[in-house]
């Protein structure tokens, strides 16, 4: 696979042409898409990280501590990230699969504001926050009813509030976690994560398929609002190369598949999407 010369262009066509030039796309989203509805995003313009690395999957099963710290974070996060709406990111996106543009919307983001929005053939790769999995029984119940639940445990936290950070996380620093209850699973008191992927954990099998398969059916990829830094999305722009599909992003700053694109969008999700509108 070589790489690829792309032209980094803020042109008002430049996107428009590249969405007209092929039929059917498959698009990947990122953090980028959601920071209009007031979500944080966790890179910089250089790909790097914003703040420490999220919780690890080892970590969460492994430590009481650090899902008294996770859960009392996202006590405070929840309350805000629940209640985000679509932006017009968003919705541009809902109106080019309303024209039969899309093979696939596969998502980074666990928000689900790309259903909100209307969107319909959305892949969560990497899950949904708004449920809350059981890894003994496997049971789901909402986040919700799980905050309800929280709140229940721990009164004494009602009061609290926090900067928002990536994911329904919260800036909660300098408190004690140790007496932080944790609810169990109200099926079989096994242990309660949310339903999306930690780092460390392995995106299921049939996410990854999905999103090939509709790669494979697609004239070329478009990436809005990925830096594209972790594997689990990467691969699918490494994919697209392999395939000889032109690849279009839609980022500010760096990429890990900038030597692959065919075209570089340096602007906001919203200022590039908005022919769509």
Request: proline share 5%; hydrophobic share 40%.
């Amino acid at each position: 696979m070589s790489s690829q010369a792309f032209e980094v262009s803020t042109s008002a066509a430049a996107l428009p042409e590249f969405v007209a030039a092929h039929r059917r796309l498959f698009v990947l989203t990122g953090a980028g898409c959601s920071t209009d509805s007031g979500i944080p995003d966790y890179r910089d313009v250089n790909g790097g990280w914003k703040r420490p690395q999220p919780v690890t999957f080892q970590a969460f099963v492994g430590e009481l501590a650090t899902r008294q710290r996770y859960w009392a974070r996202s006590l405070i996060g929840w309350r805000r990230f629940g209640q985000a709406q679509p932006n017009a990111t968003h919705h541009a996106l809902a109106r080019l699969e309303q024209r039969g543009k899309l093979t696939l919307l596969l998502t980074q983001n666990v928000d689900r504001l790309h259903q909100a929005a209307g969107s319909e053939n959305v892949v969560d790769l990497h899950g949904r926050l708004d449920h809350v999995r059981c890894l003994a029984c496997e049971q789901r119940i909402s986040r919700t009813d799980f905050q309800a639940a929280l709140l229940r445990l721990n009164p004494a936290w009602t009061d609290l509030d926090a900067a928002d950070a990536p994911d329904g996380d919260a800036d909660l620093d300098g408190q004690d976690f140790s007496r932080f209850q944790v609810p169990s699973c109200p099926h079989c008191a096994g242990l309660l994560k949310p339903d999306v992927v930690f780092f460390g954990e392995n995106v299921p099998r049939e996410r990854v398929a999905a999103g090939m398969q509709a790669l494979h059916d697609a004239d070329a990829m478009l990436v809005v609002g990925s830096s594209l830094m972790v594997y689990s999305g990467y691969r699918f722009a490494h994919a697209a190369a392999r395939a000889g599909k032109p690849i279009a992003a839609v980022n500010i700053g760096h990429t890990r598949a900038d030597p692959l694109l065919s075209l570089k969008i340096d602007q906001s999700c919203a200022q590039a999407l908005a022919f769509l509108q």
